[in-house]
């Protein structure tokens, strides 16, 4: 025994630990070729799908959700100067003017919630969500900050909150990804196809973008000469090689690879049929705003309802269009105006289909605008981490509730302070685990969602 090199035990033994591994995390009863089959959580779940309405660029809570008189009454008068001590901007002086909110409040729902005019739908439905006015971040910055709200960490390299969902539960569609991607707007997020990665865990946990036109990823049609039956026989022959391959080095990229030859196969029948929106009624389409023939914010959240029916565990969609630098009050309108009416609906659709308390929906950008103006118009604001709001809807997210309090000029969060890692914390318990102990072990150490922060949030849960 002692004449064995050290690079033979590395060469060899490396695939008995490896194998030994990925069967241990499959599990004893799932299949090392089926990574996604569906897993029970911790403990019973409130939720078992999410959608998640990521609103890329922050939304100015100051318009949309946090009324403060005060701020109005200063409006071009210089902050406070010992609000602003040790406070650092992304690209203001800090000592820019105040500026007031650029539209009117309205009280809204059974509670009398103060809501911006500009969100006349989602007034409509704030008896059935929870906001949440005292959100903080650690990032000041685009990418940062949604790699932040996405993945737990500042930093390229982790798996995002989608990932982590399926790593947790698997899916319950075997026609269709666990976790599917949208983006709307302008552009797509300044974090990039990391908002929605895997990171460090095997790659069949990553999102899968859809395109909102078209076939919804790029050659599920065939190509001229290849029919159903040769295109089977030549993936059975490729699958066989790779679950050879599979047995022997046990590395669960081969079990992603044939994951994902066979999704593609089964998605050839199933994605075109999602996607036809022709086939909803008129009255749900009337309901969202949605119109089959062009794409639109509305059309995507109507098929993240879709996929959510079909089993898909986790939806998200972004619309980047939030970054108001300037032209706030024009743009701003023109953002609601693309959202308001769809966000509502998706939330009185899933209701009406009996989805809702199953259905986890997220709402929120990656941090919050700041009271002082920014623009040579006044007619501006900078980025924010100090204060911004979210909203939450079924899932065993609390109805009816107001979350946190800010101080009268929405600076900083003065009551109930919930920060991006307590609400991951809180999103892990609604869908049944307890985010101390959804891990994965990757460099020596035990990695999760919340990395080593976080705290449960139980005034959010119903």
Same mark, same amino acid.
């Given at each position: 025994? #002692?004449?064995?090199?050290?690079?033979?035990?590395?060469?060899?033994?490396?695939?008995?630990?490896? @194998? @030994?591994?990925?069967?241990?995390?499959?599990?004893?009863?799932?299949?090392?070729?089926?990574?996604?089959?569906?897993?029970?959580?911790?403990?019973?779940?409130?939720?078992?799908?999410?959608?998640?309405?990521?609103?890329?660029?922050?939304?100015?809570?100051?318009?949309?959700?946090?009324?403060?008189?005060?701020?109005?009454?200063?409006?071009?008068?210089?902050?406070?100067?010992?609000?602003?001590?040790?406070?650092?901007?992304?690209?203001?002086?800090?000592?820019?003017?105040?500026?007031?909110?650029?539209?009117?409040?309205?009280? &809204?729902?059974?509670?009398?919630?103060?809501?911006?005019?500009?969100?006349?739908?989602?007034?409509?439905?704030?008896?059935?969500?929870?906001?949440?006015?005292?959100?903080?971040?650690?990032?000041?910055?685009?990418?940062?900050?949604?790699?932040?709200?996405?993945?737990?960490?500042?930093?390229?390299?982790?798996?995002?909150?989608?990932?982590?969902?399926?790593?947790?539960?698997?899916?319950?569609?075997?026609?269709?990804?666990?976790?599917?991607?949208? #983006?709307?707007?302008?552009?797509?997020?300044?974090?990039?196809?990391?908002?929605?990665? #895997?990171?460090?865990?095997?790659?069949?946990?990553?999102?899968?973008?859809?395109? *909102?036109?078209?076939?919804?990823?790029?050659?599920?049609?065939?190509?001229?000469?290849?029919?159903?039956?040769?295109? +089977?026989?030549?993936?059975?022959?490729?699958? $066989?090689?790779? $679950?050879?391959?599979?047995?022997?080095?046990?590395?669960?990229?081969?079990?992603?690879?044939?994951?994902?030859?066979?999704? *593609?196969?089964?998605?050839?029948?199933?994605?075109?049929?999602?996607? !036809?929106?022709?086939?909803?009624?008129?009255?749900?389409? !009337?309901?969202?705003?949605?119109?089959?023939?062009?794409?639109?914010?509305?059309?995507?959240?109507?098929?993240?309802?879709?996929?959510?029916?079909?089993? &898909?565990?986790?939806?998200?969609?972004?619309?980047?269009?939030? !970054?108001?630098?300037? %032209?706030?009050?024009?743009?701003?309108?023109?953002?609601?105006?693309?959202?308001?009416?769809?966000?509502?609906?998706?939330?009185?659709?899933?209701?009406?289909?009996?989805?809702?308390?199953?259905?986890?929906?997220?709402?929120?950008?990656?941090?919050?605008?700041?009271?002082?103006?920014?623009?040579?118009?006044? !007619?501006?604001?900078?980025?924010?981490?100090?204060?911004?709001?979210?909203?939450?809807?079924?899932?065993?997210?609390?109805?009816?509730?107001?979350?946190?309090?800010?101080?009268?000029?929405?600076?900083?969060?003065?009551?109930?302070?919930?920060?991006?890692?307590?609400?991951?914390?809180?999103?892990?318990?609604?869908?049944?685990?307890?985010?101390? +102990?959804?891990?994965? +072990?990757?460099?020596?150490?035990?990695?999760?969602?919340?990395?080593?922060?976080? %705290?449960?949030?139980?005034?959010?849960?119903?």
């Amino acid at each position: 025994m #002692s004449n064995i090199a050290r690079r033979w035990f590395l060469q060899q033994c490396g695939v008995g630990l490896g @194998a @030994a591994a990925f069967h241990h995390l499959m599990g004893a009863t799932t299949a090392p070729t089926d990574p996604l089959a569906p897993k029970k959580p911790q403990f019973e779940p409130k939720a078992k799908n999410v959608i998640f309405l990521f609103m890329a660029g922050a939304p100015s809570h100051l318009e949309l959700f946090d009324y403060k008189p005060q701020l109005a009454k200063f409006d071009g008068t210089l902050p406070p100067a010992d609000l602003l001590k040790g406070y650092r901007a992304a690209f203001i002086n800090p000592n820019s003017k105040l500026m007031g909110p650029k539209y009117k409040f309205r009280k &809204v729902g059974s509670n009398g919630v103060d809501l911006g005019e500009l969100l006349p739908h989602l007034g409509e439905v704030v008896d059935d969500i929870a906001i949440v006015k005292s959100m903080v971040t650690d990032a000041f910055n685009h990418a940062p900050g949604q790699l932040m709200m996405n993945t737990g960490a500042q930093i390229f390299g982790r798996p995002s909150f989608g990932a982590w969902v399926t790593y947790g539960l698997g899916s319950e569609s075997k026609d269709l990804p666990a976790f599917v991607v949208f #983006s709307t707007g302008k552009k797509g997020p300044s974090g990039g196809n990391s908002c929605w990665g #895997s990171g460090f865990l095997p790659t069949v946990y990553q999102g899968v973008q859809f395109r *909102a036109t078209g076939d919804p990823v790029l050659y599920l049609s065939n190509p001229e000469g290849v029919d159903g039956q040769l295109q +089977r026989e030549s993936l059975d022959s490729i699958q $066989r090689l790779n $679950r050879m391959r599979l047995d022997v080095v046990g590395d669960p990229e081969i079990a992603t690879r044939i994951n994902s030859f066979e999704m *593609a196969f089964r998605m050839q029948s199933s994605a075109p049929e999602l996607m !036809d929106l022709s086939k909803e009624p008129k009255s749900v389409l !009337d309901l969202y705003g949605a119109d089959p023939a062009k794409p639109s914010f509305a059309n995507t959240c109507l098929l993240a309802r879709r996929l959510v029916q079909r089993g &898909v565990r986790f939806v998200q969609i972004y619309h980047e269009a939030w !970054d108001q630098h300037g %032209n706030l009050v024009k743009d701003l309108k023109k953002n609601t105006e693309d959202t308001d009416r769809a966000c509502a609906a998706l939330v009185k659709d899933l209701k009406q289909q009996g989805m809702l308390k199953d259905t986890l929906v997220i709402w929120g950008g990656e941090f919050g605008r700041t009271p002082m103006v920014q623009g040579g118009s006044d !007619d501006g604001r900078d980025h924010h981490p100090n204060a911004f709001t979210m909203w939450l809807a079924g899932g065993g997210a609390k109805p009816g509730l107001v979350l946190g309090e800010t101080d009268e000029l929405g600076f900083n969060v003065t009551k109930d302070k919930v920060h991006v890692h307590d609400l991951h914390a809180t999103l892990l318990h609604l869908l049944g685990f307890e985010h101390t +102990r959804l891990t994965y +072990r990757f460099q020596g150490r035990d990695y999760r969602l919340t990395d080593v922060h976080g %705290n449960l949030v139980p005034a959010l849960l119903a």
